[in-house]
């Protein structure tokens, strides 16, 4: 046995010492730089990713087994990309130890480690490959490291799903003896970056931390944290927190001694700061026990400063049983001239084991003191009782608030902590906002922000309640009965059954919003009246008479999503009156549509669709019926006499320039400037300044009309215009349109013209093109030519001068067939072919010819009707006489008054002249009326002198007079000259 055992023990030993022998060997031989390329290889080949191994690996194995690595980096899988690297790693550990599991390390070495996480919108990661899918549990080691050094480190990760990304930087570490379930002092400092929410931020962080995952233990002994940049929304935020902390919260025993918590930052320009002290609390099986917390809360923006001060007193009792004497705290504030006042305290209980509160009853009051209010200052009181159950996430609480006149009271119960649904009924008599708010002075900021509000915050708010509030007054408001029910279930926020009466207004129905990052507004709502005068100020303010050649932005409707209709029974604005209206809204931040648009306005019925789109340069559509439309009642006119003309009217037609729209409108009776049409059909067209109105028809005054209108305003605005008038009743038509009744009939009328100008001078003074008119069974009234010819037939100064008379309504001068085409040049309007056929009158194409100056709005024009025989009974014997004589009618003046002359001394003579002839008689009296008439002279002349015409002659052979006896000869001329002036003398007994 002896030998067997000293064999043995020989052959252990030489075991042993074969063993270090082979490990002297494989240390004093053994190069693992040798290795760097097959290691690199089976890298690529078994993970698909690049190892780089930069300078050389330097190995120790005894007494420890040690590794100073040089930099190494590793490639993304697949891709050449960097995923991680490290500049320099040097850890060693003991050999032996391993034998029984144990890890007894040394300080482990780690400088610029640097990894890139990245987690794809499949949910996988860019690590993925690397993980172990080795089904076999890990056996427990234990671990002894003498302290860990980390210097210049950093780590980032991306979620490629929400974009949002998340780096440490500048990550320094250094760390006492860690070993588990035993204390390590710990220091480290690095920098935090993220853009979800936004965080640009230095920490430091030092202490001694025991972390022990199997019994649930945490401490934290000296503590020193502190964390400043940007946080939470806030710039320069510093958030420091140092003391003595000691938690198993399994068993719900804490341990906290001299926990003292700062924080400051700029919030929305305003600067806060928050402090809580904790100086002793102990909560352990049989005992709870705390010194008074404290906490103190502080804000100043812009000089308006707000203070609170919270103290929760001394805590005693057991984990079942816990109470204070109570909860006390004071605010304080001021804003501008106001400043607020207010205390509130209550008792407070608690059960630690089952996690129950109660605040019995926090009662308190409010003192507020404000020149700006109605009665300089204004006090409330209020009191409430909460019970909250932590275990089961349960809150109740009911509540009065009274505030001056006004009492608020209400109840709410909150279930959830982590997702809060929260069901209430709150209920006011009355609200005088009047008394309670200050009515700012500022006019509200103007927005241009063309993007949704995003609403996304409301996806959290789970919310089941009731509003009911008796009376609410604001300005000169009165508000009542409101009642409504608010419901919010994570994806839409809705108010139902919404029933108030604003003024003298019922108002039903029902608002929501959904789609919360970019909200859709729906709405259907009933007001049974509305008087718009209440609301929407009379105050005229200054006109800009300059217009804006810019479209009209509308970018803000990009924001606007909705889907609703709004009806109301009746509305009353200014002396219009609307009933039965009715709007359907469609907006989807790209378009607006508002079909159908209907209502009766006074007694017109309107429907209509409106469309908008493309808000920043806006393009309008729109189609518009109306029953009938009495226009004049909605145009303005001043009573007050018309200020005199002391230059031309310019015209501004740069708002055109802007306007971009089309559609049609048909209104089946329309008055508009007196004038009263039917079936008026118009379509417009809009084009960046080009507007095109066509068709342009209706029917009127028996009549029909069609034609174009076309407006350039893009430079120096020109005008086209053309129309047709078919059998349309001339007289009432000018009689309701510029109140003057100077011609009656039945007719066409055509007009083609253009125009341009800056001006309405400069527009009439352009004008151009050509007109024509044709009349039947008509009258030229405020003339009677054949009533002045009797006229002048009774007056003895029939040679007198001519005379002017002005228009005479009464008087009129009946035609049956009227024609005249009008060539348009600069302004004036030229005509030389006026015809007309009358009962006694004839006007000839040619007789007549003369100008309108439309640009100078005056008159000159001859016309020279001729007298012809009537039938019986029409002119008469008298007038029959002057059959054939030209009466030459000159018309001047100017629109407004018009005068219309005679040549009484030509008609005159005309006339004395056929009296006397008519008593000559004979072959002399119609030689005298050929040769004043317009005859054969010579003839007429032949005949005074008593010679035959060459026809009546003697024939040749024939026995003749003897001949006077000679005298000194004459020249024929001189002796027709004195023959007639003798027979002359006989006839007009001179």
């Given amino acids: 046995m002896k030998k067997i055992l000293k064999y043995s023990a020989y052959g252990l030993g030489g075991l042993i010492a074969l063993v270090l022998l082979l490990v002297t060997i494989v240390a004093l031989t053994f190069n693992p730089n040798d290795y760097k390329q097959k290691v690199i290889d089976l890298v690529q080949e078994k993970k698909q990713r690049t190892l780089k191994l930069e300078g050389d690996i330097k190995l120790a194995f005894w007494p420890k087994i040690g590794a100073d690595l040089g930099k190494i980096s590793l490639s993304e899988h697949k891709n050449s990309k960097e995923f991680a690297s490290v500049t320099s790693v040097k850890v060693s550990l003991s050999l032996l130890p391993l034998l029984k599991k144990e890890l007894i390390v040394d300080t482990v070495y780690i400088d610029g480690a640097q990894a890139n996480i990245v987690k794809y919108k499949d949910g996988t990661t860019n690590f993925d490959d690397l993980l172990s899918k080795e089904d076999e549990e890990s056996q427990d080691i234990k671990f002894d490291v003498d302290g860990v050094k980390v210097t210049n480190s950093a780590v980032s990760y ?16 250094t760390s006492g003896h860690i070993a588990l379930a035993e204390p390590v002092d710990l220091a480290t400092d690095f920098t935090i970056n993220a853009n979800q929410p936004e965080v640009a931020a230095e920490a430091k962080l030092k202490g001694n931390f025991l972390v022990d995952p199997a019994t649930k233990h945490f401490v934290a002994k000296g503590l020193d944290a502190q964390i400043k940049g940007i946080l939470f929304g806030g710039k320069d935020v510093n958030i420091s927190a140092t003391g003595d902390i000691d938690a198993k919260p399994d068993t719900r025993e804490f341990l906290v001694d001299t926990l003292k918590l700062v924080a400051s930052g700029e919030f929305s320009g305003a600067k806060l700061s928050l402090d809580l002290n904790a100086p002793k609390l102990i909560a352990q099986k049989d005992e709870v026990s705390s010194k008074n917390v404290t906490v103190s809360l502080s804000q100043d923006k812009a000089g308006d400063t707000f203070k609170a001060n919270l103290v929760l007193a001394d805590i005693k009792g057991s984990p079942k049983a816990l109470q204070s004497s109570g909860i006390t705290g004071e605010i304080a504030g001021v804003q501008g001239k106001r400043t607020i006042n207010g205390k509130f305290s209550s008792p407070f209980t608690g059960n630690l084991e089952s996690l129950i509160f109660d605040v019995p009853k926090l009662a308190g009051n409010l003192d507020i003191k404000d020149p700006s209010l109605p009665n300089g200052a204004m006090q409330g009181r209020f009191d409430l009782s909460l019970h909250t159950d932590v275990k089961n996430e349960l809150v ?22 982590k997702k809060p649904s929260i069901k209430f009924n709150l209920n006011a008599d009355k609200l005088n906002l009047n008394k309670l708010i200050v009515k700012s002075s500022q006019p509200a900021a103007k927005t241009s922000d063309s993007k949704p509000a995003d609403l996304s915050a409301l996806k959290a708010l789970l919310l089941d309640g009731k509003l009911n509030v008796d009376s609410i007054l604001y300005d000169k408001y009165q508000i009542s009965g409101l009642n409504v029910n608010i419901k919010a279930d994570g994806e839409k926020l809705a108010l139902t059954g919404l029933n108030v009466k604003l003024d003298d207004s019922r108002i039903k129905g029902s608002i929501g919003i959904s789609h919360f990052a970019k909200p859709l507004y729906t709405f259907d709502i009933d007001i049974d009246q509305l008087d718009v005068d209440k609301y929407v100020s009379t105050s005229n303010a200054p006109a800009n008479n300059k217009a804006s050649d810019k479209p009209l932005d509308l970018s803000a409707l990009k924001a606007l999503n909705a889907d609703g209709s709004l009806r109301i ?103 508009l400037a007196n004038v009263t049409t039917q079936n008026v059909n118009i379509g417009l067209n809009a084009d960046r300044g080009v507007v095109t109105v066509s068709p342009f028809a209706a029917n009127l005054y028996q009549g029909s009309m069609s034609g174009l209108l076309k407006v350039d305003a893009r430079a120096t605005p020109s005008i086209t215009f053309k129309q047709n008038m078919k059998s349309v009743s001339i007289g009432p038509l000018m009689v309701d349109a510029i109140n003057n009744n100077m011609l009656e009939g039945k007719g066409t009328v055509n007009i083609d013209v253009t125009t341009s100008g800056n001006s309405v001078g400069a527009l009439k003074k352009a004008l151009a093109g050509n007109a024509s008119l044709g009349l ?31 228009a005479d309504s009464r008087k009129k001068t009946d035609f049956s067939e009227l024609t005249a085409s009008f060539a ?68 001047t003046g100017t629109f407004s008054n018009p005068k219309y002359g005679m040549d009484f001394a030509a008609v005159g003579t005309a006339l004395a002249k056929s009296n006397l002839l008519d008593k000559v008689g004979g072959d002399k009296g119609t030689a005298v009326k050929a040769l004043i008439g317009g005859g054969d002279k010579v003839d007429a002349i032949s005949g005074l002198l008593g010679k035959k015409k060459p026809a009546e002659a003697a024939p040749a052979g024939g026995s003749a007079q003897p001949a006077a006896p000679a005298e000194k000869p004459k020249s024929a001329q001189d002796q027709v000259k004195d023959k007639a002036a003798e027979k002359l003398k006989d006839v007009f007994k001179f």
């Fill in 158 to 173: 991306t979620d490629e799903s929400s974009g949002a990304n998340y780096a440490i930087s500048k990550f320094n570490l």
């Fill in 396 to 417: 109740n609480s009911k509540f009065n608030l009274n505030i001056d006149e006004t009492k608020l009271n209400g109840d709410m119960a909150v279930a959830s902590f």
């Fill in 569 to 671: 029974g009746h509305l009353k604005y200014g002396k219009t009156n609307a009933s039965n209206i009715r709007i359907d809204l469609k907006a989807d931040g790209q378009k607006l549509n508002l079909s159908p648009l209907a209502a009766k306005v006074d007694d017109s019925q309107i429907n209509a669709s409106v469309g908008i789109a493309r808000f920043s340069d806006p393009i309008y559509s729109f189609n518009v019926n109306i029953d009938k439309l009495d226009a004049d009642k909605y145009i303005t006119k001043s009573n007050a006499p018309a200020a005199k003309s002391t230059g031309d009217t310019p015209i501004d037609l740069s708002a055109l320039k802007k306007l971009n729209a089309s559609g049609d409108a048909k209104i089946g009776w329309l008055k």
């Fill in 776 to 806: 039947a069974d008509g009258a030229l009234k405020g003339v009677d030519i054949a009533g002045s010819i009797r006229e002048l037939k009774s007056k003895v100064n029939l040679l007198g001068a001519k005379d002017n008379v002005g």
């Fill in 824 to 891: 348009i040049k600069n302004g004036v309007a030229h005509n030389e072919d006026l015809a007309m056929k009358a009962p006694i009158l004839r006007l000839e194409k040619g007789d007549s010819r003369g100008d309108i100056d439309i640009g100078n709005e005056s008159i000159n024009y001859l016309a020279k009707p001729t007298i012809v025989k009537s039938l019986k009974g029409q002119g008469g014997a008298d007038l029959d006489a002057l059959a054939g004589i030209a009466i030459p009618v000159k018309i």
